[in-house]
């Protein structure tokens, strides 16, 4: 559960809620997006720091890690992807206007995010101890809520 909560899915929020903060269309909203990811980032490094322990004390618990993203994985397949209604949302956003040039930006803004959140998911499979190849693959197994 620390794994698929704390490390995958608070942790892909990070970068979800830099994202808003950075595209937020007024300073409140920018503010507390920049203090939910204060919060975040607490949550992740604990569960990142723990995970680490755990497996020194159990090397064994790298593949009941991996068994548990791939069953979630499975059980939620139909999920998997962003949902349209988001993945708009963002690009609108990150737009900032109705200009065909600005939805076009919004759209580059929220393929790098999503490439960032992938990104951010591997390298932390990898710090848990996960070869390099297999922390790709793992890291693509996420869920329409970006968990």
């Given at each position: 559960?620390?794994?698929?909560?704390?490390v995958?899915?608070?942790?892909?929020?990070l970068?979800?809620?830099a994202?808003?903060?950075?595209?937020?269309?007024d300073?409140v909203?920018?503010?507390?997006?920049?203090?939910?990811?204060?919060?975040?980032?607490?949550?992740?490094?604990?569960?990142?720091?723990?995970?680490?322990?755990?497996?020194?004390?159990?090397p064994?618990?790298?593949?009941?890690?991996?068994?548990?993203?791939?069953?979630?994985?499975?059980?939620?397949?139909t999920?998997?992807?962003?949902?349209?209604?988001v993945?708009?949302a963002?690009?609108?956003?990150?737009?900032g206007?109705?200009?065909?040039?600005?939805?076009a930006?919004g759209?580059?803004?929220v393929?790098?995010?999503?490439?960032?959140?992938?990104?951010?998911?591997?390298?932390?499979?990898?710090?848990?101890?996960?070869?390099?190849?297999d922390?790709h693959?793992?890291?693509?197994?996420?869920?329409?809520?970006?968990?």
């Amino acid at each position: 559960a620390m794994l698929l909560l704390s490390v995958l899915g608070e942790g892909t929020f990070l970068n979800l809620l830099a994202f808003l903060e950075r595209h937020a269309p007024d300073p409140v909203t920018a503010a507390v997006t920049r203090l939910a990811r204060q919060d975040e980032a607490r949550h992740v490094a604990f569960a990142m720091s723990h995970l680490e322990y755990e497996q020194a004390v159990d090397p064994s618990l790298q593949g009941a890690l991996r068994r548990a993203i791939e069953r979630r994985h499975e059980v939620l397949l139909t999920t998997g992807g962003l949902s349209t209604e988001v993945y708009d949302a963002l690009i609108v956003l990150a737009a900032g206007a109705w200009r065909p040039d600005a939805i076009a930006a919004g759209f580059r803004a929220v393929t790098a995010l999503m490439a960032e959140m992938a990104d951010g998911r591997e390298r932390r499979l990898a710090r848990l101890g996960f070869p390099t190849s297999d922390a790709h693959a793992l890291a693509q197994l996420h869920t329409r809520n970006f968990m």
